[in-house]
């Protein structure tokens, strides 16, 4: 089983749904991010957590809110999804002890229409 | 707003041959580091160099580090196919700061 494990892998929806993309890692790390890559634009960040407790926002949360259901699981939700979310996201996982080597998952690659 | 850009964006080179790739960035860094994606797939971390290292070995890997230039190189040795990938240089700006990654370069091996 991989490290990270995103679901669902792929994913159409139509413009103005709400949809979840989740993350659950077994690296056993404490801090965990969501990121969305665009041809030419590399990786923006979109949301990152410590821990548990601590949610914050990247350099493009507008129209997205996170979840930590545990250390172990952080979730990313498109209130209203838009064509222009349209993206390959991410997400990635850290360790404070080791805090520089990031873990990433396969992807969700998410059209909206 | 993206850190490091890389240079070039693409890169074709033939198998056997040395591939390097550049990256600069605006403000300084605790470290900086490689990834490597192929093609629609996850990140894979390559290398990581600290600030206060000028150059690291990683196999193949070749990684240098010009802080008063602020830029960074990363040299494949020896390149295979099997290298032809989107490559990334992220650079952590504090010791407690999120990666912030470049707009990658394109590397094509041909056999």
């Known amino acids: 089983d991989a490290d990270v494990t995103q679901t669902p892998r792929n994913r159409i929806t139509k413009t103005g749904k709400r949809i979840m993309l989740e993350c659950s890692q077994t690296?056993?790390?404490?801090?965990m991010y969501w990121y969305r890559q665009d041809p030419g634009l590399g990786l923006r960040l979109i949301y990152y957590?410590?821990?548990?407790?601590?949610?914050n926002k990247g350099e493009i949360s507008d129209g997205y809110s996170v979840s930590r259901q545990a250390q172990a699981k952080f979730s990313l939700s498109l209130e209203s999804a838009i064509p222009n979310q349209t993206a390959l996201y991410f997400c990635?996982?850290?360790?404070?002890?080791?805090?520089?080597?990031?873990?990433f998952g396969s992807g969700t690659r998410l059209t909206v229409v | 707003s993206q850190q490091g850009e890389e240079d070039p964006q693409a890169l074709s080179i033939q198998e056997g041959e040395n591939a390097t790739m550049n990256c600069s960035y605006k403000?300084?860094?605790?470290?900086l580091q490689w990834y490597r994606q192929n093609s629609g797939r996850g990140l894979v971390h390559l290398i990581l160099?600290?600030?206060?290292?000028r150059e690291k070995h990683s196999g193949r890997l070749r990684v240098t580090l010009d802080t008063s230039k602020k830029s960074s190189s990363l040299l494949i040795t020896a390149s295979r196919a099997a290298d032809t990938a989107s490559y990334f240089c992220?650079?952590?700006?504090?010791?407690?700061?999120?990666?912030?990654f470049g707009k990658g370069i394109t590397l094509s091996v041909r056999p």
């Open positions: 160099i600290r600030s206060n290292e």
């Open positions: 990635a996982t850290s360790d404070f002890s080791r805090p520089y080597g990031y873990t």
């Open positions: 690296k056993g790390h404490d801090r």
């Open positions: 403000t300084s860094i605790n470290n």
């Open positions: 992220a650079t952590v700006p504090g010791a407690n700061s999120k990666l912030t």
């Open positions: 957590s410590f821990d548990v407790k601590d949610i």
